[in-house]
């Protein structure tokens, strides 16, 4: 069975090859369809964390404080590079290949964090409410149809 740090892990690996996929093809005609699709992957991947494992972690510790609200907050930050992308993908390669390469240290860096800290801690406290919110990440408000 699949644990919780694991599939957030490997979500992290599948956002990590989009970006990849999406920085080769920044000056090509195909950049708006990669960035969406990359930009889609990591809402995503916030949606599992901020509506289903945040929740359940504060259910259980009563608040939002300490790694949750930076979590958060690093959230905001990357949706503020992407509005900046948004606006530069199919105008300004060269900007947007910076910003990109802005966000993906700062997704290096919280990723590392919620590697090495949250998810562990998530686990720690969800241990045996785990397959349910693994299956809330397939079936629950954040599932891809």
Known sequence: MTTLQQY??????KCDELLAVMEKS??????KEKYIQ????MEHHFCMEEE?????MVKITGSEMGPISVMKMEHEQMRNLFLRMDKSV???PEEFLGLSETLNIL???HNSKEEM???PMA???LGNTSSEILNSFESGPCRKD
């Open 38 to 41: 990359f930009k889609n992957s």
């Open 90 to 92: 199919e105008d300004d």
């Open 26 to 31: 920044a000056s090509s005609k195909d950049a």
């Open 123 to 125: 686990e720690q406290l």
């Open 117 to 119: 800290i949250l998810y």
């Open 107 to 109: 997704i290096q860096q």
């Open 52 to 56: 289903i494992l945040f929740p359940a």
């Open 8 to 13: 957030l892990k490997d979500d992290h690996r």
